[in-house]
């Protein structure tokens, strides 16, 4: 029997409206720069918190009045002559995997400055901590765990989820990304060591929308791993035995989400990732309207994939309902995109019945028919009264599709024979391949460009190289979730949204499109570059707060004259404060 979890959270209940600022002003939250009071930690306890920790960087008075002068070497140095240590540290590291490891060891140990180069070479350092590098360090996660970064909640635990909540140091969190390790990126079940993956997306909430750190959560839900692998490992660091389903699971979800909203309040923002593709759209079906919550595999995906669609009809010169759209796979990616584009088409005035029927979807049985007895509810929208087929390429000869989508992590299944299809019958064929890693995607820009003999307009999930031929140049856009999640993640943490519906993303798809300039588009980019993200990530928040108001969804109240600068209001800076306080001298001359 559960046990009763305090507070006043309680499913399908919404949040009254209420008159805040903001989400940052707490004094439990990391300080913004500027004169502070001395820190409650002196000495080792200080230079050990990364909260505080400034390294090299402590002035001479700092580390007199903490206790730790003499702990430190006695040279002085700025910020930014430690992001360039930094960098020439990374440098020297021969492979990506020992980079992330450099990296997690930075944040455990200096969380201002791993977010300031973080957010200093983010193009540079985001495949290391995050796609793909991330996905090898989860299947390593056992041997290069150190220290917590987040929450483990097993099964077991089930009757007292809030009692660990409370163990987590921090109590104003503002969002928490939680995954069951179920499908780790293409990578299937990892089990415990999905941890990497809520780490890894929380640390880009900060690098990429400069959402504080201390209001970022991340948690692991060991049910156990069907992967035998692990099971076998001596090294596997989760529970040993196969996963538990059903209703105990169910149960077991439930509580978890409800001692968040205990503990952290109802407008906690409760980010699923990397959920089994059967258990992701029943949960996010049940807890959609009465949780603030998102998939970021479904909706997040959906939302970046519909935006590099819409900036690619910037090159092709028409409407979204002017295409056909064939997908490879019909997962989660997949199926959200689908549903995410037949919503744009609405939006353009196409029925939805007419919108399904221009989206041709196959999964690993071949072609979504009607005949099929197999078809999961969400797939059966997008079946289509046709004889059964296995064959992409005969599919893409007899749809004659005008844009081709894969998230099927099925590597190099976009064949020349079919991309050289798609350009006999389309004078700018819209590619993507969308499966992460690299290693996993259906066919590389390279191959998408030289194919198509430079037709095509190409996006891909994970990062490829600047090409060159015949004297034109592409440089590949990446359609990374980092556009979305954590831009929709800033918006709605400003705006106390109760609900995250489609609607919000395809205002965030919208709303990245139209940030693609036209010198991106010259060079066959579909995205803004990854280095202006953060300036990206506040725009697109601005739009997401404006569409909650106008779905009567946000909580804050009054709605802010000037939203752009509410958002910039919240953000998180890296530079460091000072820990010297205010000092003043009495004036005792009309006393003598």
Not at 421 to 447: D, G, Q, V
Not at 508 to 526: I, M, P, Y
Request: aromatic fraction near 8%; charge should be negative.
């Amino acid at each position: 029997m559960s046990h009763h979890i305090p507070g006043v959270a309680v499913s399908g209940m919404l949040r009254p409206r209420v008159q805040l600022s903001g989400f940052s002003s707490s004094s439990e939250g990391q300080p913004t720069p500027g004169p502070l009071s001395v820190p409650e930690r002196h000495g080792m306890d200080l230079l050990r918190d990364p909260n505080l920790n400034k390294g090299m960087a402590m002035s001479l008075k700092e580390r007199q009045s903490l206790g730790i002068h003499g702990l430190l070497p006695p040279n002085f140095i700025t910020q930014d002559a430690q992001v360039e240590r930094c960098m020439n540290h990374l440098s020297e590291k021969p492979t990506d995997l020992e980079k992330y490891i450099y990296l997690c060891s930075l944040q455990d140990r200096n969380e201002r400055l791993f977010f300031r180069l973080l957010k200093d070479h983010l193009e540079e350092l985001m495949p290391i901590i995050y796609t793909p590098t991330v996905g090898l360090a989860c299947q390593k996660y056992g041997v290069l765990f150190r220290r917590p970064r987040g929450l483990f909640i097993t099964i077991h635990d089930k009757g007292h989820i809030y009692d660990i909540l409370k163990n987590w140091p921090v109590k104003n969190v503002k969002a928490v990304c939680f995954t069951d390790g179920e499908r780790i990126l293409g990578l299937g079940d990892q089990g415990c060591q999905g941890m990497g993956i809520p780490v890894g997306k929380l640390a880009l909430y900060t690098g990429c929308a400069a959402i504080n750190p201390q209001y970022c959560l991340p948690v692991t839900l060991d049910v156990g791993t069907n992967n035998q692998t692990l099971l076998d490992d001596p090294m596997y660091i989760g529970l040993r035995h196969k996963r538990v389903t059903g209703e105990q699971y169910d149960e077991f979800i439930d509580e978890f989400i409800q001692a968040c909203k205990a503990r952290y309040g109802s407008s906690v923002l409760m980010h699923f990732e990397d959920f089994g593709n059967k258990n992701a759209f029943r949960l996010l079906s049940k807890y959609l309207k009465n949780t603030c919550c998102f998939n970021d595999d479904i909706q997040g995906t959906a939302s970046v994939a519909l935006a590099g669609v819409l900036g690619s009809l910037r090159i092709t010169k028409n409407k979204i309902s002017d295409h056909t759209f064939v997908f490879l796979g019909a997962g989660e990616a997949n199926l959200g995109i689908a549903e995410l584009i037949s919503l744009k088409m609405e939006k353009e005035g196409l029925p939805k019945a007419e919108a399904y029927k221009r989206i041709f979807m196959m999964d690993s049985r071949g072609l979504l028919v009607n005949s099929r007895t197999d078809l999961t509810e969400h797939k059966l929208p997008f079946s289509k009264d046709l004889p059964p087929c296995k064959s992409l390429e005969e599919v893409v000869k007899s749809v004659k599709p005008t844009a081709l989508i894969g998230a099927a992590a099925q590597p190099k299944t976009f064949t020349k024979e079919i991309i050289e299809e798609m350009s006999r019958n389309n004078e700018r064929p819209i590619i993507f391949a969308l499966s992460n890693p690299t290693s996993k995607s259906e066919c590389s820009a390279e191959e998408a460009y030289r194919w198509s003999n430079n037709k095509a307009v190409f996006a891909s999930g994970s990062p490829f190289p600047r090409y060159e031929q015949d004297g034109v140049v592409f440089e590949p856009g990446q359609g990374n979730n980092a556009y979305i999640f954590p831009a929709v993640a800033l918006g709605v943490m400003c705006c106390g949204s109760i609900s995250i519906p489609d609607e919000l993303f395809l205002q965030a798809a919208e709303a990245l499109s139209n940030l693609v300039s036209e010198k991106d588009l010259a060079v066959g980019r579909v995205y803004p570059r990854l280095s202006d993200i953060q300036e990206t990530s506040v725009k697109i928040a601005v739009s997401v707060i404006e569409k909650a108001y106008e779905m009567n969804l946000a909580t804050v109240y009054p709605k802010p004259a000037d939203l752009e600068q509410f958002v910039k209001d919240q953000l998180y800076h890296t530079e460091y404060p000072s820990f010297i306080p205010d000092t003043y001298e009495y004036d005792l001359s009309s006393h003598q």
